[in-house]
């Protein structure tokens, strides 16, 4: 992005943070630390949300697997939870907007 920043070895840019590219691409493969950087984050989130979007999604299932999964109490104790964030979100109801606001 700035042609002024010109490095001998890869590296990020010292004005913006941006990855610096080589001038002139070469054919040969070459190991990326951008590239196994953006693979490692992918493959934490990806065993971070797997769980919840399974919870979440544990309804739309047939058979209700998770209901089978969980016994009794871990289950109401799971529903427990999401019921008691949802009345929290409901009780602070819908924010006025910025125009209603100003008369």
Do not use: I, K, N
């Amino acid at each position: 992005m700035h042609p002024e920043v010109v490095r001998s070895e890869p590296g990020a840019c010292p004005l913006c943070g941006m990855a610096l590219e080589p001038r002139a691409p070469t054919a040969a493969e070459e190991a990326s630390p951008e590239l196994v950087d953006m693979s490692r984050r992918f493959w934490l989130s990806l065993v971070l949300t797997l769980p919840l979007f399974l919870a979440a999604m544990a309804e739309m299932l047939p058979g209700e697997p998770l209901r089978q999964a969980l016994a009794g109490r871990a289950l109401a104790w799971v529903y427990a939870g999401y019921l008691r964030r949802s009345a929290r979100l409901e009780s602070s109801g819908p924010r006025p907007r910025e125009s209603a606001r100003r008369r």
